[in-house]
């Protein structure tokens, strides 16, 4: 186990912590029945728009390259968007994110901003744009490792490497898979701790 990352570090210790054996890092898949289902994972696989779908609404209403898209629920909001989820998508044209809020259910627009990156942004833009993977490549083989829905996905550079951080959902579990951009080289593919109610 040379040179693991902190976000693998931190699974693995998370894993030990929750009393998971080292069997459910190595076929998570057969440890899902134990564990119940989160609110997001629920709300995500009920929505009528699909992550891929959100994201062709979101091309229609601003250019650029695609930087991440998510499913977005909270439960404690009163905002009625939030009860039945929403995707954010992100894209970057000429040192300009433009983020658009796109309703789970009807697909309508709810709300778009845009911002000036900061020399990080910049940095983590530059390292997508050399990546040898891309970011629909890297959902595809999620959806495949996992056999379930893409709900969300983002490009990171972490500690240098450049890395796209993916959530799927299968049996009401949202699993979190990290792919190296590039190489396409799955490194974490597990349930995702932190999203359990």
């Known amino acids: 186990m040379k040179n693991l990352s902190t976000l693998t570090k931190s699974a693995i210790i998370a894993l030990t912590i929750a009393g998971v054996g080292a069997t459910a890092i190595a076929a998570p898949a057969t440890n899902t029945k134990a564990v119940t289902g989160s609110s997001e994972a629920v709300s995500a696989m009920q929505s009528k728009i699909s992550l891929t779908q959100a994201i062709d609404i979101a091309k229609q209403n601003a250019k650029g390259d695609l930087v991440s898209a998510e499913f977005d629920y909270d439960d404690e909001d009163d905002d009625n968007s939030a009860t ?114």
Do not use: C
């Not at 390292?127 to 996905?153: D, E, F, R, W």
């Open 84 to 197: 039945t989820g929403e995707y954010e998508v992100e894209f970057i044209s000429n040192g300009t994110a433009y983020e658009i809020k796109i309703d789970a259910n009807t697909g309508k627009v709810i709300e778009t901003d845009e911002e000036k990156l900061d020399k990080k942004d910049m940095a983590e833009y530059s390292a997508l744009m050399q990546a040898k993977v891309t970011l629909t490549s890297a959902m595809q083989k999620a959806t495949q490792s996992v056999n379930g829905q893409v709900i969300g996905v983002e490009f990171e550079l972490e500690k240098g490497q450049a890395l796209y951080d993916i959530e799927v959902v299968k049996d009401n579990q949202i699993y979190d898979v990290s792919i190296d951009a590039n190489t396409g080289k799955i490194l974490i593919s597990q349930v995702d701790m932190e999203e359990e109610d």
